[in-house]
């Protein structure tokens, strides 16, 4: 389609189409860092509760109760434990999933929708899909999170996601650079996904 608006005009609603992008995906990181930071210290204090309680009944069984009952809360104890070594790692895992969905979004042409995003945190593939008003606008998706090396690689780029001019719906699937995500067991709980319009749920393995 021809674009009728003087060269200036052309100019000035590029630069603030990028200037809005640039906006929107810094404030879509913002608000899942403070979501998942939010979410971490309820979590927190709940367990940290639960600890406390849980040693204060092993004192009490201690001196009031058999060996039996006493083994029985300090497995208790350990189980406790368990969810606090495992909160502290969701702790550290949280900053890394948020720079990559920064990341992510930082891709996403404008006009362009993400309906899902999959992760595997042990695999380390992302598949996502969604739908583009044009197939030009898919291409340069493509073409970004290939660029961007420090983040994602191996960019898988089925055919049919160029086969129509207009209204395209389109599916990648990417890795995760080695090191991004660490090397923790812990999965990591779902979190919003970034994208130009209101974000899919997706679904983090």
């Known amino acids: 389609m021809m674009n009728l608006l003087p060269k200036e005009k052309q100019e000035e609603l590029f630069y603030s189409k990028m200037f809005h992008s640039i906006v929107v995906a810094f404030q879509i990181g913002f608000i899942i860092l403070l979501l998942g ?3 971490q210290i309820v979590l927190y204090v709940y ?3 639960e600890s406390k309680n849980t040693e204060a009944m092993v004192l009490n069984a201690k001196t009031e109760t058999g060996k039996k009952e006493y083994a029985d809360q300090r497995a208790q104890v350990r189980v ?4 606090m070594r495992d909160f502290q790692t969701l702790l550290d895992n949280t900053p890394k999933w948020s720079s990559v969905f920064n990341a992510f979004a930082k891709n996403i042409p404008p006009d362009v929708k993400i309906t899902t995003f999959t ?4 695999t380390k593939k992302v598949q996502i899909q969604g739908v583009s008003p044009t197939r030009e606008l898919v291409i340069q998706l493509y073409n970004n999170i290939n660029n961007d090396k420090e983040f994602f690689n191996g960019i898988d780029y089925p055919l049919e996601n160029v086969t129509k001019p207009l209204d395209v719906s389109f599916k990648f699937t990417f890795n995760i650079n080695e090191g991004i995500l660490g090397t923790a067991e812990v999965a990591t709980p779902a979190t919003a996904v970034p994208s130009r319009r209101p974000p899919a749920q997706p679904a983090l393995e």
């Open 80 to 83: 406790v434990n368990t969810k």
């Open 37 to 39: 930071l939010m979410t």
């Open 47 to 49: 367990l940290d509760n």
């Open 119 to 122: 992760a595997n945190r042990q």
